[in-house]
């Protein structure tokens, strides 16, 4: 028997990192939106807890900005080292630097952030207006460093849609790899290899997602 989902029920499919040892480094972050929504990405290594903090906004004009602490797995007092990030963070490879998406409504642009491990050493890698934006699907780092994959509203002939790019860790340089019809797209994610990347999107002639 089909279970049917509750129209009010958020719709989540967390993407998480590769990990098998017994200690990881945890990155999570949670979105303020209509919904909720969570995922989280794992290193191999550390014995440190990155969870978020979500404070509220100060008036009705002002966007809900997502905070992210680190804690120690066994136990202790958060340590704040990120403010205002809109989207999941995910760590490199080499586990030294994190990069997310951060949403600026002054300039209205969307940004890719690259950090340390901490949250300091803070680098602006990418931006994008925000009618082409980077989505809230957060970003994912290349096996190898040198690149990453996020998912991006790109306008073409008349219309916006949601496609996929890579930007070069390095330069920001970026590329429009697809050329879907997708309405909406979430995170990507990397193959072990490298060589292909995996999104989660949604298109015209996509099924409901409150079909039985």
């Known amino acids: 028997m089909k279970k049917s989902r509750s129209r009010s029920a958020p719709f989540e499919l967390p993407i998480t990192g590769i990990a098998s040892q017994p200690e990881t480094t945890v990155i999570e972050i949670c979105i303020i939106a209509s919904y909720s929504s969570a995922t989280s990405a794992r290193s191999t290594t550390g014995n440190a807890a990155f969870t978020p903090i979500i404070g509220g906004c100060?008036?009705?004009?002002?966007?809900?900005?997502?905070?992210l602490y680190k804690v120690s797995v066994p136990g202790g007092a958060a340590?704040?080292?990120?403010?205002?990030?809109?989207?999941?963070?995910?760590?490199?490879?080499?586990?030294s630097r994190l990069a997310f998406i951060r949403r600026n409504s002054e300039s209205k642009e969307t940004a890719l952030i690259l950090t340390d491990i901490e949250g300091k050493?803070?680098?602006?890698?990418?931006?994008?207006?925000?009618?082409?934006?980077?989505t809230n699907g957060g970003v994912s780092w290349s096996p190898d460093g040198k690149l990453l994959s996020a998912t991006v509203f790109q306008p073409e002939n008349n219309r916006?849609?949601?496609?996929?790019a890579v930007v070069n860790a390095e330069s920001g340089e970026q590329k429009i790899i697809s050329h879907e019809n997708w309405i909406s797209a979430g995170q990507t994610v990397w193959l072990k290899d490298g060589s292909g990347i995996l999104a989660v999107a949604y298109g015209a002639k996509s099924p409901s997602l409150n079909d039985e």
Do not use: C, M, W, Y
């Open 79 to 95: 340590r704040k080292i990120l403010h205002d990030i809109d989207s999941p963070a995910a760590i490199s490879p080499d586990e």
């Open 121 to 134: 050493n803070e680098r602006t890698l990418a931006v994008r207006p925000s009618e082409s934006g980077f």
């Open 58 to 67: 100060p008036s009705s004009s002002r966007r809900a900005v997502s905070t």
């Open 160 to 164: 916006t849609s949601a496609q996929i």
